[in-house]
């Protein structure tokens, strides 16, 4: 299957700055992250093709040969995301958010009780007593 174009991905067109490629990463991350979509593995690729995009477009050297070469430019070490678990997308969002991997782990079991919360208020009370 052929790979998409990653201005499309993050839904920013080519003229995009850098803030505004992070800030659409985000929404984006955000929207198919695994502990939103628990089960959807649709979902998941969606999540891990984001970060492979943003660690290219966030990159103004990868995104130069990208928006030379295309995917191409990938090939041989040039660059690309391998994401073989969760952790290795979470280093993106720790640069992102600041503070490393632990900072968007945080960041990330924010956004899982803000949702858990919605469907069942004491469990999200449950689970945050538990995790601080």
Not at 51 to 61: G, M, V
Not at 68 to 85: K, L, P, T
Request: include cysteine; charge should be negative.
């Amino acid at each position: 299957m052929a790979k998409r174009d990653f201005y499309e991905i993050l839904e920013v067109p080519k003229t995009a700055t850098k803030e505004e490629i992070k800030k659409a990463y985000r929404k984006v991350a955000l929207k198919f992250h695994p502990d939103r979509n628990q089960g959807d593995k649709a979902a998941e690729e969606k999540f891990k093709e984001a970060a492979e995009a943003y660690e290219i477009l966030s990159d103004e050297q990868k995104r130069e040969k990208y928006d030379r070469y295309g995917h191409a430019s990938m090939n041989g070490g040039g660059g690309g995301g391998d994401y073989q678990n969760m952790e290795d997308i979470f280093r993106n969002f720790g640069d992102i958010f600041g503070g490393g991997v632990e900072a968007a782990a945080l960041i990330l079991l924010k956004v899982f009780l803000a949702g858990v919360e919605e469907d069942n208020p004491e469990h999200a009370a449950n689970a945050a007593v538990t995790c601080a």
